[in-house]
Structure formats: C-alpha cells, structure tokens
C-alpha cells in the first residue's frame, strides 16, 4: 500500500470514530476491483464486516474484528485476577475499562482507562498495558501491544515528587510561556493543570561502553558524568516534556477550548493562530508519521533545555560545590546531543529516503541546530582519510548559542503541535532531517563504528506449587529470547 492509500484509510476510520492504534490494515485486488481490509484487535468478533467507502475512490474500507482474539482473551483472563488484588476502585475500573477495550476492539474505554490511570497517584504497583508504542508503524499511528510493571522507588519518588510540586516554575521558564502574564504565567499554549506522567515508567537504559565520536581525552570524565546527567535528562523529558502542552481543539459546535473570538498569538508568525484540531481529530491522527519523532523530539529538547537550569539541577543535588557539578552536567549532556545525533545516523534508510526510528529522527534535529548555532559551538571534525568523526562542543557557549538553539526549535515544535499546523510543521522538520552531502559520508563512519545491538530478553515470574514466586531469567541471545516468549504461555 501507498502512503496515499494509508493516508486515505485512516481519514475513512477517523470520519467514523472508529481509531487506528489497535489495527492492521490489508489491501486486495480481485478482478479489478481494490478493497482494504482494517484488522482490529478485539475478543469479539463479527459475522459480517462493518463497511465504508472511501470518498472520491469507490474502494470500500471493511473493518473485521477479532485480530488477536486468543491472546487479548488470554489477557482479559490475567485481568480478572489482578482485580483481585487491586488496591483501590479506581484500579478495578482501570482494569475494567481495559478488559471492556480489548473485548469489543474500541479504543475509547482504553483512554478511559488512561484517565482513569493518571488520577490513582503514587500507586506501590504501576503498569503499562495496551497498543501504545506507534514507532514501527510508516504512518506514525498504529501501535504495538505493550505491557510493563514496575515497582516504585519510595526514595527517589520523593525527589521526583518535589519536582512535579514545583512544576509551574519550571513551565513558566520554557519557551512558550516567557514573559506570559496569563495561564498563571504558563501562557495560553499550556494545560490549566499541570498532569505528570507516573513516576514510574521514567527509568532508561545507559551504555557504559566507550562512547565513540569523542576525543580519547574526553572519555574517562564523559563516562563519570554519562549517566547521571542522562537520568536527569530522561526525568525532565518524560515529566516536563511529555506532560506539558494544551492542545487548541474544537470540541463541538460553537464549543472550543480556547477564546475564538480573541485567539491566541502565534509566537513564530506574531498574528493569531489560524488553525486548531477539529471535532474528531487526534494529535496522531493529523500529524501521521511525524507525530511520534516530533512529540519525542519536543520532549528531549524540553530536557536539554533545562538541563542548564541551576535551580532544577540543585534539587537533584548538584551544584556548583558537588564533585559532579550542574556545569559539568549539562555540558555532558550537550556532548550526549552530538554524539547522538550522530549516531542517529544508523537508522537512516538510504534506499527510502526516510528514517526508521522516531527518536534517532529526533536526535539527528536536535545536532542539525546544534551545528547551525554558529560561532562553532559544536563542531564535528570529520577526516575522510582516516574515517574519523569526533565531536568537539564549546563549554563555554552553552548558554550563549546552544541552549538559545533548542529553545527556537523547542517553541517551533511546540506550537505547530499544540495549533496543528501539520503542513508547517511538515516543511520545516522535513527540511531539518534531511540527510544528504556530508552527513551521507558521515554516516558511512557511523555505520563502519557501529557496536553490536543490545540483546534485552524478559524475565518471567513463575508461581510454584506451594505458592512462592521465583523469578527466571534468561540467556542474553536469540535462543534466550525464544525461551522466554515460550515459557510466557502467550
């Protein structure tokens, strides 16, 4: 299939409330004639297809039900007993706005669940379940199924705890909302209330090998500091970047969420917006297959930008007197932003002309404005006789060219996001991202220099005969992988 027809489908689905996460899509063409059979993942299933047609084309569009009705009844069963033990109402109606979900192949009661979710707060045992990651999928909208559970930090939660009561100072410093006075300060392109993802889902994975793209001189001190700025990195990114930004929307006739009669002011054209979401219209729904680089890219440069903040990194315990200072931080992390980005370079697909992960996309942005911040901030020094690339970044310019950068990219991002200014938002991330001339070479080192994948294998809990619970870990490799997925019983 096209991205046209992808692009048609989808418009079909969203005209009958009907949304993609959850589904598959299949094209045939029998006798001429072309139908497009829309998989959703569902208990139930249907006797007859429900059917549309696509406008201006004649193709129909049939929506089947019943894709992964084994293991979604399988799922619905692991449901039931964990209502058993959950801790209070509002757990036993998340479970069963989910198990209502995955039975009839609605996404509506999964996003009741959600709501449902983010008001039980500090919960001991937190979870993830559902379609929720779009990453692989070329439209940027169907997802695939995820579920993770975690066990809290008491200690560190408390932390973070600090940090989400003191969430409107650190909003009123972003961006979109310098020198507000309305929105408490927070500007007319941010949520009354502020609402925090859970503490929980923000643990990320950091290298400990030899970073590669830096002077060896470089390495010892990088490798000391890597993982504690790259925490805090990820803490801002999920709490503060993925938890900020209103979305101006339409919610009925004559009904938005914003004054239409004195709209806002569109920082990046200084007139008044002309474009917001409309009766039916998602944010991943509009923004196709850039919504999940450019919702990941918003977040990270939400992270980098206040990674030189002195009063955010004080509370996590650096300052200028620590042995790991905030200064030495933050320029860690701006060395992170240019070895990432290009190691971003990997997952470029020559061939296609496109990338095939939204977060390299997104790192790959981040260093383009990086290098374009001028007075050699972050330079990459590229020798083509000896295939060598390393990153060199200005100490002393972080706050006069490389925190400015991503702050002009941050509020771009942010406000095509929030008014739906896809085609804007279109032109210019497109622009950005484009790889040709000398990052085509650059990428040729990246790839020669490339490590070994990770291999991350899950463990399973058994449940023994006399009623304990042992944990079963596996091999880091295929055959390990294999043996876990089998033993899951899925």
């Not at 991350?456 to 042992?470: C, K, M, P, R, W």
């Amino acid at each position: 299939m096209s991205r046209q027809e992808i692009a048609l489908v989808s418009a079909t689905l969203e005209r009958n409330s009907i949304y993609p996460e959850n589904s598959r899509v299949s094209k045939s063409v029998e006798l001429g004639k072309t139908t497009y059979e829309v998989l959703q993942a569902s208990i139930e299933k249907d006797g007859t297809p429900a059917e549309f047609n696509i406008p201006d084309v004649g193709a129909p569009v049939r929506l089947i039900r019943g894709d992964h009705s084994e293991e979604l009844e399988h799922i619905y069963d692991c449901l039931a007993n964990a209502k058993l033990y959950a801790a209070n109402d509002l757990q036993k109606r998340y479970i069963e706005q989910l198990q209502q979900s995955f039975t009839v192949g609605d996404i509506e009661p999964y996003k009741e669940s959600q709501r449902i979710w983010v008001k039980d707060l500090a919960p001991s045992v937190e979870t993830i379940l559902g379609f929720v990651e779009p990453y692989r999928d070329p439209h940027g909208t169907r997802a695939e199924f995820e579920g993770i559970v975690a066990f809290v930090d008491t200690e560190e939660s408390k932390t973070l705890k600090t940090l989400v009561d003191r969430s409107t100072k650190f909003i009123r410093r972003l961006p979109w909302a310098t020198n507000s006075k309305e929105n408490d300060g927070k500007g007319p392109f941010e949520k009354g209330t502020f609402e925090p993802p859970d503490f929980t889902s923000i643990h990320e994975y950091s290298e400990e090998m030899a970073p590669a793209f830096l002077c060896p001189t470089e390495a010892p001190t990088f490798l000391k500091h890597k993982y504690h700025a790259f925490y805090l990195w990820v803490v801002i990114h999920e709490l503060l970047g993925h938890g900020t930004g209103k979305l101006l929307t339409q919610v009925g006739p004559n009904e938005y969420n914003f004054d239409i009669e004195n709209p806002p002011i569109d920082p990046l054209t200084g007139r008044p917006v002309e474009c917001w979401y409309r009766p039916g219209q998602t944010w991943t729904g509009v923004f196709g297959d850039l919504a999940t680089t450019i919702d990941e890219c918003r977040a990270e440069c939400v992270g980098a930008y206040l990674m030189s903040d002195e009063e955010l990194l004080a509370m996590f315990g650096f300052d200028d007197h620590t042995e790991i200072t905030a200064d030495d931080l933050t320029y860690n992390l701006y060395l992170q932003l240019g070895v990432g980005g290009l190691r971003a370079l990997e997952n470029y697909i020559v061939d296609d002309r496109k990338w095939g992960q939204a977060h390299s996309r997104a790192h790959f942005a981040m260093l383009r404005v990086l290098l374009d911040a001028g007075n050699e901030f972050l330079r990459v020094e590229y020798t083509k006789s000896t295939n060598s690339i390393i990153v060199h970044v200005n100490r002393t310019k972080i706050l006069s060219h490389g925190r400015p950068a991503i702050a002009s990219l941050l509020l771009r991002l942010h406000i095509y996001r929030c008014t739906a200014d896809v085609e804007a938002c279109r032109s210019f991330y497109e622009g950005l991202t484009a790889v040709e001339g000398v990052f085509l070479e650059w990428r040729e080192v990246v790839l020669a220099k490339k490590k070994p994948r990770h291999v991350f294998v899950q463990a399973n809990t058994v449940l023994e005969e006399d009623g304990t619970v042992i944990l079963r870990e596996y091999s880091a490799s295929a055959e390990g992988m294999i043996q876990s997925w089998a033993e899951r019983g899925l």
